[in-house]
């Protein structure tokens, strides 16, 4: 082997004979064509001045490692660029086996004696992977090894040429990892339709939201017309096309209308088309998002018809009200004035009538109240004790009228709070009719009011007919009523309940329900705050 060349103060230009073949040999391409071996052949036979312009050239390039290995791998040469993508100077690594710039893996798997040896077999190997600097550090490295050959075919050694491309294959595997979140977020996504179509409206991917939504499966729609979604006389009017057109001009089109699953029925759908552009800014495609709103539209009509339903009670209440007053006023001048037993008798019924009709009137008012947010609250200081009392009495007959006793118990001290007397009259008599209309003649109702710190509870018993679970979890709902065997012309509209849980829920309180079952009583509770700077008992 010729002594080393040594060229340059920084070692870098350093060059060996490979396989202890002269420097200045000439070598010979593999026969196999054209390669790097071929050039560097043809440039290594050249006289000594080409010689030099090679070395020169080779040892400059920076963004490429160029060095020789021996046929056995031992580095023979080393460049600049070597030195700075793989760490090296050349004084450490001319000399060592190239198998140094290789994983763990890869020596396991003895990958650096197969690159040679597929080099040799076919004149030329590629190849991209994992390669490791002097630091340990690891970068991805593009690799290129040729055989080099004497003019008799004798191997001489290989040259490698090798790029760093880390940050290409970071880029590519960013965008590959991006893709890969994006098409599993729309793969995950369940209540939306979410699927690409071309430039001509043909559907180009498929979703499970999609399927889910639409009963299609991929290979039902994949290539198709997005017209297919459209009902017949939306095709008829051309609007699969101008949303392609319009979303094509202005970059999106929105819609919403009825679209069609593949079993033929209809679901109303908010639909948004979006452009997509490539790199160059040129339309390629669109993207189709869809979500159903069939349940949205539904409780939307619901709650019209329902918003409709509540303005006519209350005209209808307002309407009723207005002749009851006359009626009332008529009645009690005739039963005033009546001279027989039977004019009289006919006055004190019409005028019982005329007292329920006001008081259903009133329910649908208050109904009306309630469904609309419209209860307002006259707050102002009250003594619970004494509102509780006067709306006992104001019930009183009502309750004996059914023979039942009515045992009330009231606190010594008075319970002092704010809120509306006349709203908190109203919860008591609710509570106390309910009680009385739902316990059988010769029932026991019990009331009673106490303080529990900050709190102040009504609660009215009964031992009438009981609840069902079903029944207790309903029963604050408007126009809810439980079984009884009573007289219709006695009943309500189901409206005492859910108007003391309002009244109660405005003073800040709460009411619960709780029975044992049929047969076995209700028991409803009010518990309502207390001013801080009340008196406790």
Not at 39 to 53: E, F, P, Q, R
Not at 77 to 91: D, F, H, L, M
Not at 273 to 285: K, S
Request: include cysteine; proline fraction near 4%; charge should be negative.
């Amino acid at each position: 082997m010729q002594p080393e060349d040594r060229r340059g103060d920084d070692g870098a230009n350093h060059q060996r004979g490979a396989g202890g073949a002269p420097e200045h040999s000439t070598l010979s391409a593999n026969p196999g064509g054209a390669t790097d071996g071929q050039t560097l052949s043809a440039i290594v036979g050249a006289d000594a001045l080409g010689n030099d312009m090679f070395r020169m050239l080779v040892s400059s390039v920076r963004d490429y490692a160029i060095f020789l290995l021996n046929p056995q791998g031992i580095v023979a040469s080393w460049n600049v660029g070597a030195q700075r993508i793989k760490g090296y100077s050349a004084e450490e690594i001319i000399g060592q086996h190239f198998s140094r710039f290789y994983t763990a893996d890869a020596l396991a798997m003895d990958w650096p004696a197969e690159e040679l040896r597929r080099a040799r077999r076919d004149g030329r190997l590629e190849d991209e992977g994992w390669r490791v600097r002097s630091d340990g550090t690891r970068f991805w490295a593009n690799v290129i090894i040729t055989p080099m050959f004497s003019p008799g075919g004798e191997l001489l050694g290989f040259s490698k040429i090798t790029r760093d491309l880390t940050e290409r294959r970071e880029h590519e595997e960013q965008l590959r990892q991006s893709e890969e979140n994006l098409r599993s977020l729309v793969e995950g996504v369940k209540d939306h339709a979410i699927f690409p179509l071309d430039a001509d409206g043909l559907v180009a991917g498929w979703n499970a939201g999609a399927s889910r939504l639409t009963g299609f499966r991929d290979d039902d729609v994949v290539g198709r017309h997005w017209r297919l979604f459209f009902t017949e006389d939306d095709c008829l009017a051309g609007k699969p096309q101008t949303a392609l057109d319009t979303a094509a001009l202005s970059g999106a089109a929105q819609s919403v209308g009825w679209r069609l699953r593949k079993d033929g029925s209809r679901f109303w759908a908010e639909s948004r088309l979006t452009l997509l552009r490539n790199r160059d800014g040129m339309a390629r495609g669109f993207v189709h998002i869809v979500r159903d709103l069939t349940e949205r539209r539904r409780v939307q009509e619901l709650e019209n018809e329902g918003q409709r339903i509540n303005e006519f009670i209350a005209m209808l209440a307002h309407e009723l009200r207005n002749p009851l007053a006359p009626i009332g006023n008529a009645v009690g001048i005739i039963d005033k004035v009546a001279t027989t037993p039977q004019l009289t008798w006919c006055a004190r019924l019409i005028s019982r009538q005329v007292m329920h009709m006001t008081r259903l009137v009133d329910d649908l008012l208050d109904a009306s109240r309630i469904t609309s947010g419209k209860i307002q609250l006259r707050m102002e200081p009250l003594v619970l004790n004494e509102v509780v009392a006067a709306a006992v009495e104001s019930v009183r007959s009502v309750v004996t009228s059914y023979g039942h006793t009515l045992d009330v118990h009231l606190p010594d001290e008075p319970i002092v709070m704010t809120g509306d007397p006349t709203r908190l009259t109203q919860v008591v008599v609710n509570l106390l009719n309910n009680a009385a209309k739902y316990t059988p003649n010769g029932g026991r109702v019990f009331l009673q009011v106490e303080r529990y710190g900050m709190l102040a509870t009504i609660r009215v018993v009964d031992n009438g007919i009981g609840m069902s679970a079903d029944l207790i979890e309903s029963a604050f709902d408007l126009f809810v009523q439980g079984e009884r065997t009573l007289d219709r012309a006695e009943g309500g509209l189901g409206i005492g309940l859910p108007l003391v849980r309002r009244i109660a829920v405005l003073h800040g309180g709460t009411v619960t329900a709780h029975s044992a079952g049929h047969g076995l009583g209700s028991e409803f509770t009010v518990m309502l705050p207390i001013d801080p700077a009340a008196p406790e008992n």
